[in-house]
């Protein structure tokens, strides 16, 4: 990927605050996906906005280094998780990709609801972080 | 989840593990292992045996697709059981005799054996389930499995070319079979088997009863490799000799047979129905023995045999479902079922006796032709005396269990007459002539078989190895199997109350049970006056004679003449719609984008436009609109502001700007509309999108002015005009048409279950993770196959002259 020709001190900065926050922020909103905007679809293109803007911002060599990463992985995981979950509703001999969810009291916490979409929508935002990813990234990577 | 349907599942969940054992267990065969499944299913099916011939049936359900009557359900009765038997039994045997057989240092085990236990798995599947669907998705399956089997040594030609063959039609058949199914559901109104056999009638006289029965028989005569479609079957043999033990003689290509018994309660009784299926197969039996005569490859033999002896049973499963036709069981009739099933056990039995010879006889010999072979009898006895049961079972010689079938088969023919019933009375003649006839050539083929093969002078230099007898292990199955021809054939009625009995009661379900024309007795000597006897004696005499005179014959030309003559028909239509789709890819596929996008358009004007006039869709009413208000009119005139400047545009960054703005402006709109899933996932995408843009922008050229033609731009104007319009149309109509009528829009049910059935307050979000899931992890499935595809275009691109 090519780099920015001048270093743009500003841009540099804010990038190494923002990206973190952003980061974070696309994590509270797949949690946040059931009663809230947000979602494993929504949370997974956060999350690789974020890490683009990494990116965009330092030379690709650079950040290889800081996530050494292959993103391409994360696509079956993603795709296994989602698809996996399904079962947990055939074990109980429930139709395929039944979930539940129910509500528990925890010490500290408080009532929390615990769903088992959230492991399907896991699925999906792993799945869709390293789609996006490994599409920019490739496109980006290419020498030619 | 019941065990049965673990039962089913254990071969895949086992094919998972497989290329982990292969990988860290090297020294031992992978085969070990893999020999476990099968075994540890017979021993479980074995059990079933005692209640299932005391006339119980069992059946369990597991939801799948509830909404649409979709179950997995299984459900064992005689006829399943003996196909279970059949496939864990032989499945057994076939792996055993397959460790010895491929070699473990030079082989890739675990694919074979993956794909033997996908196979063995999905043939399961479809012989238990009781759902038509899912009765589908094993039988595709099945299709599926068998072509990595046929194509296992995928760097031969010729094995690709079968493994190619074979799909193509058996694939081609199971479509139908689909939309034969679908039509089925149409009468019935249920996918479950046993539930429509309880309206056999209404079928039957049902307008679209011809349609439903032709395509599902296409889907079980592809599959069975009855005549026309047996093509396939010739070019299966590239497959290793286990999985042709397996595939073609003892399971794959009696799934037709299976499906045409197990739908003969529902549509038997019918003249299409008994005409097609006694005629094809008379017509197949015929092909398959006299083609059988010319071929010069052992397995290639083997292969016709399976064909005419398949069509054999077709026809006397063809013949017994006329006993629907009255009320009560018929010892005429029954006697043509009875036969059905003994022979197709007996047919398991030898020929995957033979297959696994012809295999040694290859693997110790180093070829299979039947020219070079000869003498190896002193060599290898064993062989010799097993292959020697397997034939002569296999040409209808006494003591042998193929003597008894055969018998019970001339007995149903030559009855055939005296049906009184779908001018049987006078077309009857034809079937105990063609079936006498075939029988001859079959014996004459069993002869070529054994004797070309074993007898004769043997010299050492004939052979492309040194020849030794095979070792005890691969001998082990083949031995086996010849032994159950021999003690059936001595003790017949082991099976009839077990085995045989059970399952005519599951193929003419419906018939009175207790009758004693459903009581099994196979007896060896019929009396001297028994027409079958003097058939039998003609068979082997006249049989004998003509292999006498081989010498003379076997210079004609049409002896000579190796391929089918039906392979060019095949070969010709493959090869015209390879032509004829490249003709059209050439007019459609220009290569410019902005090609392909009129055309889309121009479809979707065609047919949504003509859909709208055709049912009197149009209608605008414009008095229940709610007011619009100074934002949205606001973001609408920037929207349209912003997509009218876009054609002016001639900077291409500025091009993506514009195109930029425009979608944010829609996140906008959506944030207007209290949206905010999807303005979040709009915004979202967008600035990929843009992002993308830019990154691909430093690979584009600059933009060049348009060079077009005044004609094409105006064209284009008026599509894209022309699906505005539409599409302005199409809104403004759906919404009308939902304020005039009392339509209850899907969204409110979801707005009303999504807390209480879900327990979410997402609304969006709850649609995609819980009451819409599948939608959602198979757009997942479709993003990662395009993310895929965009790795393989770049970084693997192709060299000049590259193959796909």
């Known amino acids: ?144 | 989840m019941s065990l049965l349907h673990w039962a089913i599942l254990i071969p895949f969940l086992f094919a998972i593990i497989v290329p982990i054992l292969y990988k860290y267990i090297r020294p031992i065969h992978t085969g070990w292992f893999v020999l476990l499944v099968p075994s540890v299913l017979f021993i479980y099916f074995s059990p079933y045996i005692t209640p299932i011939a005391n006339g119980e049936t069992f059946m369990e359900s597991v939801p799948w697709v509830p909404s649409l009557g979709i179950q997995f359900s299984a459900y064992i009765d005689g006829w399943s059981l003996l196909f279970a038997l059949l496939i864990t039994g032989i499945g057994a045997l076939v792996v055993l005799y397959s460790i010895y057989y491929l070699d473990k240092k030079s082989e890739a085990l675990n694919n074979f054996y993956v794909y033997l236990l996908l196979f063995m798995g999905a043939m399961l599947g479809v012989v238990l389930s009781d759902n038509l669907i899912v009765l589908y998705v094993f039988w595709e399956l099945t299709s599926l499995s068998s072509t990595l089997l046929i194509s296992y040594w995928y760097y031969r030609d010729a094995s690709i070319n079968g493994a190619v063959k074979s799909l193509n039609i058996t694939v081609f058949g199971g479509f139908s079979m689909l939309a034969g199914f679908a039509l089925l559901y149409v009468i019935t109104g249920t996918f479950s088997i046993q539930e429509m056999i309880g309206q056999a009638g209404t079928v039957i006289d049902h307008p679209l009863f011809l349609p439903t029965i032709i395509l599902i028989l296409l889907g079980a005569f592809t599959k069975s490799a009855q005549f026309p479609f047996h093509i396939w079957l010739p070019d299966a043999m590239e497959a290793p000799t286990p999985v042709s033990a397996y595939l073609h003689s003892a399971t794959m290509v009696k799934a037709g047979i299976y499906l045409v018994a197990r739908f003969t309660p529902l549509f038997g009784g019918a003249p299409e129905w008994f005409w097609i299926i006694a005629g094809g197969g008379l017509l197949t039996l015929l092909w398959g023995s006299l083609s059988a005569l010319r071929q010069k490859d052992l397995k290639g033999l083997l292969a016709y045999s399976t064909i005419s002896q398949l069509g054999m049973v077709m026809c006397l499963l063809g013949l017994g479902s006329a006993a629907l036709y009255f009320d009560d069981a018929n010892e005429l009739y029954t006697l043509a079922i009875m036969a059905a099933v003994f022979h197709l056990f007996n047919h398991a039995s030898f020929k995957g006796s033979l297959f696994m010879t012809a295999g040694i006889v290859d693997h110790e010999t180093g070829t299979r032709d039947i020219r070079s072979l000869g003498g190896l009898m002193l060599v290898m006895p064993a062989t010799a005396t097993i292959s020697l049961i397997g034939a002569a079972s296999m040409a209808g010689l006494p003591p042998f269990n193929g003597f008894l079938s055969k018998e019970y088969f001339f007995d149903a023919i030559t009855n055939a007459t005296e049906y009184g019933i779908f001018n049987m009375e006078t077309a009857g003649m034809l079937f105990p002539v063609i079936g006498w006839v075939a029988s001859v050539f079959t014996f004459i083929y069993c002869c070529i078989f054994f004797f070309k093969t074993f007898a004769g002078r043997f010299e050492t230099d004939r052979f492309p190895k040194k020849v030794h007898e095979a070792p005890v292990g691969m001998l082990i199955s083949p031995a086996i199997l010849a032994f159950v021809v021999v003690t059936v054939g001595l003790f017949p009625n082991l099976l009839s109350q077990s085995i045989i009995e059970p399952s005519m009661a599951s193929i003419l379900n419906g018939l009175p049970m207790d009758n004693e024309a459903f009581s099994v007795n196979i007896e060896h000597w019929h009396g001297w006056f028994s027409l079958e006897l003097w058939m039998t004696i003609g068979v082997v005499a006249f049989g004998s004679l003509i292999y006498a005179g081989m010498g003379r014959w076997s210079k004609w030309s049409i002896y000579n003449k190796n391929v089918d003559p039906l392979t060019p028909v095949y070969d010709t239509t493959i090869s015209g719609t390879i032509k004829g789709s490249q003709m059209i890819t050439n007019i459609q596929m220009t290569g410019r984008l902005r090609d392909y996008f009129a055309f889309i358009a121009v479809f979707f004007l065609i047919i949504t436009g003509w859909t709208l006039f055709r049912f009197d869709a149009l209608t605008l009413d414009t008095g229940s609109m709610s007011e619009v208000t100074i934002y949205e009119g606001m973001l609408i005139g920037l929207l349209l502001v912003s997509v009218l400047s876009l054609p002016f545009i001639q900077k291409r960054i500025a091009a993506v700007v514009v195109l930029g703005f425009i979608g944010f402006l829609i996140a906008l709109l959506f944030v207007n509309f209290r949206a905010p899933d999807l303005a979040l996932t709009q915004l979202l995408i967008e600035t990929v999108l843009v992002v993308l843009f830019m990154l691909a922008f430093y690979h584009l050229p600059e933009l060049r002015k348009e060079t077009s033609k005044l004609t094409f731009k105006w064209t284009n104007a008026i599509i894209s005009f022309g699906v505005g319009l539409l599409i302005t149309v199409v809104a403004f109509s759906a919404f009308s048409f939902g304020q005039g009528n009392e339509f209850n829009p899907i969204s409110d049910y979801f707005i009303e279950n999504s807390a209480d059935l879900a327990g979410g307050y997402n609304m969006v979000n709850v649609v995609l993770v819980d009451f819409r899931g599948l939608d959602t992890i198979l757009e997942l499935l479709v993003l990662a196959i395009a993310g895929l595809a965009v790795i393989a275009l770049i970084k693997l691109k192709m060299k000049e002259g590259d193959d796909v």
């Open chain 1, 1 to 144: 990927m090519m780099k920015w020709k001048t270093n743009n001190l500003l841009f540099i900065h804010i990038t190494r605050v923002a990206s973190f926050l952003i980061l974070s922020f696309s994590i509270y909103l797949f949690f946040a996906g059931h009663n809230d905007p947000g979602g494993g679809f929504i949370g997974g293109l956060m999350t690789a906005a974020s890490v683009l803007l990494l990116y965009l911002t330092f030379d690709k060599r650079k950040i290889d280094e800081m996530l050494p990463i292959n993103y391409v992985n994360f696509i079956p995981t993603g795709l296994l998780i989602g698809f996996g979950a399904g079962f947990i509703g055939m074990i109980f001999g429930f139709p395929y990709l039944t979930q539940f969810f129910d509500y528990f009291s925890f010490p500290l916490i408080g009532e929390v609801e615990l769903a088992t979409a959230v492991i399907f929508d896991l699925g999906i935002y792993l799945g869709v972080a390293a789609v996006a990813l490994t599409i920019i990234l490739t496109i980006a990577g290419d020498e030619e």
